[in-house]
């Protein structure tokens, strides 16, 4: 597999590793958005939340609210971005699902994107509620 999540897991590419277990590796992103900026992987390989199983999902998401305590703790930023990517159209570029753990301070000049707040169709809205409660059961 030429993924370069699954190579630094193998060891095949160095990393600078924060936190492993026998489910999760955590590591510094090499082209951090801000100080302390970090990613959180599961080691088997998969593209996507659609792709992961349940159990490997969770095991990423509780290494994820132990390192942002970490985080907090450690460099006490004014607060915390956790991004998670599913997809090109989403801007995911390494295709191995990630966590995204960035530290963030007031006037950093970072911004999670350029959403414009607008009302919407509240009758859609609820429309959509329902086909995805539909699709749970």
């Given at each position: 597999m030429d993924c370069i999540f699954c190579k630094i897991v193998a060891g095949e590419i160095p990393s600078v590793k924060v936190y492993e277990d026998d489910s999760?590796?955590?590591f510094m992103?090499?082209?951090?958005?801000?100080?302390g900026h970090l990613l959180i992987i599961p080691k088997a390989h998969a593209a996507t939340i659609h792709e992961i199983s349940e159990a490997d999902f969770l095991a990423v998401m509780s290494a994820t609210h132990r390192l942002a305590a970490?985080?907090?703790?450690?460099?006490?930023?004014d607060g915390i971005n956790l991004l998670q990517l599913n997809g090109k159209a989403a801007n995911q570029v390494v295709p191995h699902l990630h966590v995204h753990i960035v530290p963030r301070w007031s006037g950093d000049g970072l911004t999670v994107s350029q959403w414009n707040l607008v009302s919407g169709d509240m009758e859609r809205i609820k429309g959509v509620a329902e086909q995805i409660q539909k699709a749970l059961k």
């Open positions: 999760v590796l955590a992103d090499i082209n951090p958005l801000n100080n970490a985080v907090r703790e450690a460099l006490n930023p």
